[in-house]
């Protein structure tokens, strides 16, 4: 992939985003930056960002992946279909 001027400036522009957003900070000099800027686009809820992140991807030909869903465990699934309320006492769910 070559860097050229639009692909630098966009990507000063995504990395000054991700920062003030998503508190990461990726370096430019970075083997993966543009991979890990795509990423980190993928998992921003502002739209501006992710735009962005679509034009990177295009003017650098690299595809943007979207992120799996995150996976629900077991005692997570339980605990969302059960019917009634808990609070937490001392680290243990007490149902009420």
Do not use: F, W
């Amino acid at each position: 992939m070559e860097l050229n001027k639009a692909v630098i400036d966009c990507m000063q522009s995504l990395r000054r985003r991700l920062r003030a957003e998503l508190a990461v900070d990726i370096r430019l000099s970075q083997p993966d930056a543009v991979s890990a800027m795509l990423s980190a686009c993928m998992a921003s809820n502002d739209p501006q960002t992710r735009e962005l992140g679509e034009h990177l991807a295009n003017i650098s030909d690299t595809p943007m992946k979207p992120t799996a869903p995150p996976i629900k465990l077991a005692a997570e699934s339980a605990d969302a279909g059960s019917a009634g309320s808990y609070k937490v006492y001392r680290g243990q769910r007490v149902y009420s």
